[in-house]
């Protein structure tokens, strides 16, 4: 399989008044699986179209191989594509589906059943080539489509929300076949999701679009845990909004200093941006107390768990602190003693954080994908655990301010480790 590198290069593509690509500027590299993921509507299907030929752009070039094949008509780009929906024939068995471009381009019937053969081995359905689509699964489908993008040995593949159609367990699979394969075929490769954990988990670099402009592009782990921008930290896993203020290059959050990383919003009233892995929870040892006194009415404004959802290896917490919501990952283990209604102290990795204009009231951010109940959410697993919970350092007394106060949840009874482990803040 021949490998091509794919550049766009200033892409502009303008539907009446909507601007679907506004400059688009990305280069993938020979061999490379590049996610394009943003929201809906960014412009990522655009851009896999104009590579494909089925779009032409109004401005700008792409390149394939370093050659500006703008120009050219769509069965000169030596691209093969999947879409979201299967888009076999119908009328034509697997093997004949597989084996479509191979006739159009009049190769001899015995070659291209030995071809259409091999893909379907491939693909991993050897067995399945007298089979009409109606007589395979979602997922064998998609299997018979993916082979038949790769029959013409394509430069490219391009592959456009194509496990969308597919049910949860099936789209997990099938990601990892496509990666396997890919990296066996050494095949460069776009792939098309507004599925963050898709990206983050198949691609080696993902590329953010936003508004039909690149906003960032990195391998995964460096977008997860060094989003460029708000946006992609706020598209990128699930996020929490704390209340903070700034002060020069740092920022004044639950009551500790944390360095600013990333553009500086006009101030002093800001977000802080934390991921859930990121936010250090200890249940609050209340000796003595009894199940009663431990329960969320009888806690007051303690910070509190409020809501738990066991994920395996994983709980997230959904954490009541005054007037604030956060989300937090822990070790499932952890998961019985952080039970809802326990009285917690939460702190912060410190570690440089994003900023954003303040938003109030504050609110609790998950990717696109998840659900709207965060303590459910799926679609935020985290590649990297940022904060080992219970790193922190053990609790100190921080009585006094109200969190989620308008100062930044104020000075009062907060403590910086000098050791740097944490921010940390007592929530009574
Ligand atoms: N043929 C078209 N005619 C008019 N508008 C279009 C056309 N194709 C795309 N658009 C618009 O251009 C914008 C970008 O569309 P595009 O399909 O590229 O987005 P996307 O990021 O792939 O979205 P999704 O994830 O929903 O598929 C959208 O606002 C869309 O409505």
Redesign the pocket.
């Known amino acids: 399989m021949k490998t091509s590198g794919v550049e766009f290069r200033g892409l502009r593509r303008v539907?009446?008044s909507?601007v679907?690509l506004d400059g688009l500027d990305l280069a993938v590299e020979p061999g490379e699986l590049m996610a394009l993921l943003?929201?809906?509507?960014?412009?990522?299907?655009?851009?896999l179209r104009c590579v494909a030929g089925f779009e032409h752009p109004d401005a700008g070039a792409v390149l394939i191989d370093g050659k500006d094949i703008t120009r050219l008509p769509a069965n000169r780009r030596d691209a093969g594509m999947v879409f979201q929906s299967y888009s076999l024939f119908p009328n034509l068995n697997a093997r004949d589906n597989v084996a479509f471009g191979l006739r159009v381009r009049k190769v001899p019937a015995a070659r291209r059943h030995a071809r259409a053969a091999e893909l379907l081995e491939l693909v991993g359905l050897p067995e399945h080539g007298g089979r009409y689509p109606h007589e395979l699964s979602g997922g064998q489908q998609q299997r018979v489509a993916l082979a038949r993008a790769l029959a013409l040995e394509p430069r490219v593949l391009l592959l456009d929300?194509p496990l969308s159609a597919l049910d949860a367990k099936v789209r997990v699979t099938l990601r990892e076949e496509i990666r396997r394969l890919q990296l066996d075929l050494g095949i460069t490769t776009i792939f098309?999701t507004?599925d963050q954990e898709e990206a983050l988990s198949i691609a080696d670099r993902v590329a953010v679009?936003r508004a039909?402009r690149l906003e960032q592009v990195g391998p995964p782990a460096e977008v997860y845990d060094r989003p460029a921008t708000p946006f992609v930290a706020e598209f990128v896993g699930a996020m929490n909004h704390i209340p903070g203020r700034l002060s020069g290059d740092e920022v004044t959050v639950l009551g500790g200093f944390l360095p600013v990383d990333g553009p500086i919003p006009q101030g002093p009233e800001v977000d802080v941006l934390v991921r859930p892995e990121a936010v250090v929870v200890t249940p609050l040892a209340v000796p003595g107390a009894s199940a009663a006194e431990r329960s969320p009415s009888a806690a007051g404004d303690r910070a509190l768990v409020v809501a738990s959802s066991f994920r395996g290896s994983s709980a997230r917490l959904r954490i009541r602190l005054g007037d604030l919501e956060l989300l937090a990952d822990v070790p499932g283990h952890d998961a019985v003693r952080l039970a809802p209604g326990t009285p917690v102290t939460v702190d912060l990795v410190h570690r440089p954080v994003l900023v954003a204009p303040s938003t109030r009231p504050t609110a609790v951010t998950t990717p696109g994908t998840s659900s709207p109940d965060g303590a459910d959410a799926a679609g935020a697993t985290p590649k990297t655990p940022a904060a080992t919970p219970g790193s922190a350092a053990p609790e100190s007394a921080a009585p006094g301010s109200r969190p989620g106060s308008p100062d930044g949840a104020g000075t009062a009874g907060a403590t910086t480790e000098a050791s740097g482990a944490a921010v940390r803040r007592d929530a009574r």
């Open positions: 539907f009446g909507t679907a943003g929201p809906s509507g960014c412009g990522k299907t655009t851009a929300e098309v507004h679009l039909g």
